[in-house]
């Protein structure tokens, strides 16, 4: 693993997203209301201002698709203006085989300075049931120094209730991808995606090869989705497929968001549950074994380490320490407004790499400071990538139970093992 920072050099800041999982609004004053408030409050508290690039929302926010329902979803994000928020269909926004609420929000909220003012397309479009003009909201966005692309898997398919799955691309916005990641990899731009599904979900099987083959071929380094209802993160060796649990029909245990973030050449990944209390720390440097794409950089035994720390309180107030196993602790010291590093001794067989944070603030009647520990086994100096997976863009490769990522590894959604809801 390339390390592009070293002892006194320019600090960076990873790039940072928080995901918001689907949240299959119904009607007001629902449970999934009232934590989808709790979660952007929690948020929007967040300090410094900065500290993520934005509020990633996969699709399925409406459970029918409706205006009224769109109007739960504008409000609670309307009690935060500030938040920068960006959108993408899901399948259940076209539930009755029309988008034309969700084209209204789209159009206020992705259409803002806050969503980054893009707007829908229209193409024409092979149908399934006869050739016609449909309206796609796919887009691209550089943030953060990663190009972020968009993609729209449920305007060119049925979309009708009843129907089942049917996601597809069309082949405008394949070749729209295709363009867009050749022109970012020739600006040495690194790639995250952001999808409503898995590529393999895809109806059509030349699209699904297509999709997983770009994202393969293109080193993307992130495919953010949702659907699953399920955190779950699946890793072929160059790119992290990675789901997170739903808000609005959950079986998969506390609502909250899962942090994702690109720093250097790592990509990382945890879930931060709303029932436990801030600070949040995420090791973003260096790559755990799980999660690698090369070998660990070390100089002289050396290694440097750093980590996303999500806070209320102000960075003067954290106190960060990194530890090798079960060796000392050693302090961290700030690396920008988002994280903290330390360079340390990294001897042959060390195994465990973690680091802890307090903030100084407490819950309600605690004694002791509010702590979180993130805990990662570095990846290995000989470690070298596997083979493509048999089914690339799939969760045939998916990793096992993964506590300290919040990744139980059930697959309790309705789209797998669990309820049909």
């Known amino acids: 693993m390339a390390s592009s920072h070293s002892p006194g050099s320019a600090m960076r800041d990873p790039f940072v997203v928080l995901h918001v999982g689907d949240l299959h609004l119904t009607g007001s004053g629902q449970a999934n209301v009232r934590d989808f408030a709790a979660i952007l409050d929690e948020i929007a508290g967040l300090a410094p201002r900065g500290a993520f690039d934005f509020v990633y929302l996969p699709g399925d926010h409406a459970e029918d698709g409706t205006a009224a329902q769109y109007a739960i979803l504008e409000g609670a994000l309307n009690r935060h203006p500030d938040l920068p928020v960006r959108l993408i269909a899901g399948d259940h926004d076209r539930q009755y085989g029309t988008m034309i609420d969700f084209d209204a929000t789209f159009a206020r909220i992705a259409g803002s300075p806050r969503g980054g ?163 949040f720390v995420m090791i973003t440097s260096p790559a755990d074994r799980r999660l690698a794409t090369a070998a660990l950089d070390s100089t002289d035994g050396r290694i440097e380490v750093r980590a996303l720390v999500l806070s209320k309180a102000a960075q003067s107030a954290w106190r960060c320490y990194v530890r090798v196993d079960d060796g000392p602790a050693q302090p961290m010291k700030p690396d920008g407004p988002r994280a903290v590093h330390a360079w340390i001794d990294w001897p042959e067989g060390a195994r465990r790499l973690s680091v802890e944070v307090t903030d100084g603030t407490a819950t309600v009647g605690a004694t002791m400071p509010n702590t979180d520990i993130d805990v990662i086994e570095p990846v ?34 309705p789209n797998r093992a669990g309820r049909k809801w």
Request: hydrophobic content about 35%; glycine content about 12%; aromatic content about 10%.
């Open 117 to 279: 003012t893009h707007r829908a397309r229209h193409n024409h479009l092979p149908r399934p049931r006869a050739p016609g003009s449909v309206t796609q909201y796919y887009y691209a966005e550089t943030i953060g120094g990663v190009r972020c692309l968009f993609l729209d898997m449920v305007s060119a398919g049925y979309g009708e209730k009843g129907f089942g799955l049917d996601f597809r691309l069309g082949p405008c916005q394949l070749d729209w991808l295709g363009r867009k990641l050749k022109k970012a990899a020739a600006a040495g731009l690194p790639c995250a995606v952001f999808a409503h599904t898995y590529p393999d979900d895809l109806r059509v099987p030349e699209e699904r090869i297509a999709l997983a083959g770009l994202i393969r071929g293109y080193g993307v380094r992130l495919v953010e989705m949702g659907h699953t209802h399920y955190n779950e993160l699946a890793h072929d060796g160059r790119t992290l497929y990675a789901a997170a649990r739903s808000v609005g029909q959950n079986e998969d245990g506390s609502v909250g968001y899962a942090v994702a973030a690109i720093d250097g050449a790592v990509t990382s990944w945890r879930f931060k549950p709303l029932d436990r209390a801030l600070p």
């Open 380 to 413: 290995r100096r000989s470690f070298v990538p596997p083979p493509a997976p048999q089914r690339p863009g799939s969760d045939t490769f998916r990793l096992p139970a993964w506590p300290v990522k919040g990744v139980r590894g059930d697959q309790l959604g």
